[in-house]
């Protein structure tokens, strides 16, 4: 389950965790996200960066696609056809930060 709702100061935060060590990430820069290339729809696995060839080599018959963390909230956005300042106007009144 690699995003969860982590309670921080009496406020449920969506954390991505790694699929391998099973903490979370901290800084979007420490992780990637993966996912199965043989898949045409694949679910998404998170790792830190130092946990990434462990967590592939757990499954050698998996082809993993590899990219970075932080470039998944741009993807996402655009995928759901939003975009980053809309994404903050509506986090903001929900005290998300
Ligand atoms: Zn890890």
Redesign the pocket.
Known sequence: MPIQISMRDGICCPVAV?D????P?ERAADGNYEWDMHQISSPISF??K??CRAFEAASPDVLYGAEELRLLPVYLERNLAMTHRDAVQLAKPAALF
């Open positions: 790694c391998w060590c099973h903490r990430i790792t830190h130092h946990c």
